[in-house]
């Protein structure tokens, strides 16, 4: 079946230590999100990619950046956690086209802990 | 801008019990409409959408929704209850006139006793 795939699913990271979380889908969408999610909030949009075009929300640290290096997979890179940034991260994925708009597809998300 | 208001933040219901989850929304343009659910520790699943058409939309697992342009609300509704529907809930709308990115509601909690 055709889905949005996240790993790992926990991820333990240190204060301050780099962490690097993956996304990949067989849906092949053109649109790719990261939200983060914190204590079943409202999922909070971080950034997302409209194919190899990233756009970063005004209110997303500089702390928090993001690769796609294909149409397939899109990197989310927290380059030094703090306590703050525990939370679960969604990937989901997107079809944007003329008539639309398709929902938007999530990932079973990876929840980070920061020691 | 665009905005969703969910009112209330828990929904207790008996099983069996007809089920209602409220949510109105704020748009510029013409509104679309989603709801998704959320079971703990995992990701969103989609359950219904509102484009243009009919104003009742049906979903996913029995899952209906109405829209309603004067009340400008999008209210989920299951006329039976099942246990296994207790799970968060969220209503998000996107700027028909806008861009493609979501505006979440706060969500509403539904619990569903035996």
């Known amino acids: 079946d055709a889905m949005v795939i996240q790993n790992p699913r926990y991820q333990v990271t240190q204060f301050g230590k780099p962490v690097t979380l993956s996304c990949s889908q067989t849906?092949?969408?053109?649109?790719m999100y990261w939200y983060q999610q914190k204590s079943s909030q409202a999922p909070k949009l971080l950034f997302h990619?409209?194919?190899?075009?990233?756009?970063n929300e005004a209110d997303t640290p500089d702390n928090f950046q993001s690769r796609r290096p294909n149409t397939s997979f899109c990197f989310l890179d927290i380059r030094s956690p703090g306590l703050g940034d525990a939370a679960m991260y969604l990937c989901a994925t997107s079809r944007d086209r003329a008539g639309g708009p398709d929902e938007q597809f999530f990932g079973p998300g990876t929840r980070l802990t920061v020691l | 801008a665009q905005s969703v208001a969910q009112p209330e933040d828990q929904v207790n219901v008996a099983e069996g019990n007809p089920l209602t989850v409220k949510c109105t929304y704020s748009?510029?343009?013409?509104?679309?409409l989603f709801w998704y659910v959320q079971y703990p520790n995992r990701g969103l699943q989609f359950l219904l959408k509102?484009?243009?058409?009919?104003?009742l939309v049906k979903g996913s697992y029995g899952f209906e929704a109405e829209f309603n342009k004067s009340q400008t609300s999008f209210h989920l509704k299951k006329p039976s209850a099942l246990v296994s529907d207790s799970a968060l809930y969220f209503c998000a709308v996107r700027d028909g006139g806008g861009d493609y990115k979501l505006s979440f509601g706060a969500g509403t909690t539904v619990t569903v006793r035996a």
């Open positions: 849906l092949n969408h053109n649109v």
């Open positions: 748009v510029s343009g013409n509104p679309y």
């Open positions: 509102y484009i243009t058409g009919d104003n």
């Open positions: 990619y409209y194919d190899k075009d990233f756009n």
